[in-house]
């Protein structure tokens, strides 16, 4: 059973735009959601993180939206650009026991110039 | 910010013999560390949890006689593929979580088996 969903799979945005990613989950009892961004060939590298007691977090032209009582929280890139084109993960873990990520599935991002 | 660091990147071995990867936090101490298993165009998937100093976690599906996982120190897990397959073949990403429980990622492993 996937516990975080991803949307969507890919998307393309030009240069300048605004790029938008959406997970949902299912299991209350994660705490703490944190972005992964990842290139070919390499690891994933923390792009930014939220908990539960905020809705909104914004770091630099990332912006995490976080909507509690609908299990949902969303990616925005603000002025896209050619390199931000990665795989994009959004994630979930609990702030109890081994405190595992669980991944949703990924979203190609494409900007174009 | 904190690297975690894998030997080797990439690996090429022949069907039946062991590959051993080391993950290593270079900056920060980790009393866990996490092992995944990343199939290209995939997300990644958990295999094990690794304490410092006692038995790793496996998840439901792997078989931990054959992905034997240590971890000897503060700043170093490893991961032995046992008897390896082609089907092993794979891209193993490791994670050390700080003391502020962020999960830093290595750059992985490109494991092809012959």
């Known amino acids: 059973q996937q516990q975080v969903k991803q949307s969507p799979q890919s998307l393309i945005v030009q240069k300048g735009g605004i790029s938008i990613i959406n997970c949902a989950y299912e299991?209350?009892?994660?705490?703490?959601f944190p972005w992964y961004q990842q290139f070919p060939g390499k690891g994933p590298a923390l792009l930014i993180a939220?908990?539960?007691?905020?809705s909104e977090k914004k770091e630099g032209r990332f912006t995490i939206s976080f909507n509690k009582s609908a299990k949902q929280f969303s990616l925005h890139i603000m002025d896209s650009q050619p390199g931000d084109s990665a795989t994009y993960f959004c994630?979930?873990?609990?702030?109890?026991?081994?405190?595992?990520?669980?991944f949703g599935s990924g979203t190609r991002l494409q900007v174009q110039p | 910010g904190a690297v975690v660091s894998q030997h080797p990147s990439w690996v090429i071995c022949k069907s039946g013999t062991s590959v051993k990867i080391e993950c290593r936090s270079l900056?920060?101490?980790?009393?866990?560390m996490f092992w995944y298993r990343q199939f290209p165009k995939q997300s990644l998937m958990l295999m094990a949890t690794?304490?410092?100093?006692?038995?790793?976690?496996?998840e439901q599906g792997v078989e931990k006689d054959k992905f034997l996982i240590n971890h000897a120190s503060l700043t170093l897990s490893t991961l032995t593929v046992t008897s390896a397959h082609p089907e092993d073949s794979s891209f193993y990403i490791c994670?050390?979580?700080?003391?502020?429980?962020?999960?830093?990622f290595g750059p992985g492993t490109r494991l092809t088996v012959l």
């Open positions: 994670s050390a979580r700080d003391a502020g429980d962020t999960q830093y």
């Open positions: 299991n209350t009892a994660f705490d703490y």
């Open positions: 939220i908990r539960p007691d905020v």
């Open positions: 994630a979930a873990s609990t702030d109890t026991g081994r405190r595992a990520l669980t």
């Open positions: 900056d920060f101490q980790a009393t866990t």
């Open positions: 690794s304490n410092e100093g006692s038995k790793a976690t496996y």
